[in-house]
Nanobody
Framework: VQLQASGGGFVQAGGSLELSCTAS????????MGWFRQAPGKEREFVGV????????LYADSVKGRFTISRDNAKNTVSLQMNNLKTEDTAVYSC????????????????WGRGTLVTVSS
C-alpha cells in the first residue's frame, strides 16, 4: 500500500482544516491508520489512530476534543478534521498504516505516507 496525505495549508488560529490520506495498492481496510506530526525542530509525535473498522479511536491529549479521525474503506481514505487550530499545531502531518491500532500507537508502522504541511498563524 502507498499513502499520500493532502489538504495542508495556511490557516489562522481558531480555524479549521481537513486533511485526507489516500491509499493505493493494497486496500487500506487491511490496516489501522494513524496520523503523526512533526513540528520544526521537534521529534515526530503521535496525533491519533483509527482501527480498521473504526471501532477504536485514540487521540493524543494535545488534540483531544479538537481533532477527529474518520475513514471510508470503500474509498480507501482516512481523514483528519482539525478544529480550533492553535499555533502549536503547526507541523508536517503524515498518515501511516499499521497492522493494528496498538501497533500504530506504539510506532510500529508498516507504511508511512508523504506528509502535508499545516501552518497555523496567530
Amino acid at each position: 500500500v502507498q499513502l499520500q496525505a493532502s489538504g495542508g495549508g495556511f490557516v489562522q488560529a481558531g480555524g479549521s482544516l481537513e486533511l485526507s490520506c489516500t491509499a493505493s495498492g493494497r486496500t487500506s481496510s487491511d490496516y489501522a491508520m494513524g496520523w503523526f506530526r512533526q513540528a520544526p525542530g521537534k521529534e515526530r509525535e503521535f496525533v491519533g489512530v483509527i482501527s480498521w473498522n473504526s471501532a477504536v479511536l485514540l487521540y493524543a491529549d494535545s488534540v483531544k476534543g479538537r481533532f477527529t479521525i474518520s475513514r471510508d474503506n470503500a474509498k480507501n481514505t482516512v481523514s483528519l478534521q482539525m478544529n480550533n487550530l492553535k499555533t502549536e499545531d503547526t507541523a508536517v502531518y503524515s498518515c501511516a498504516a499499521g497492522s493494528s491500532y496498538s501497533d500504530v500507537l506504539s510506532g510500529r508502522i508498516v507504511v508511512w505516507g508523504r506528509g502535508t504541511l499545516v501552518t497555523v498563524s496567530s
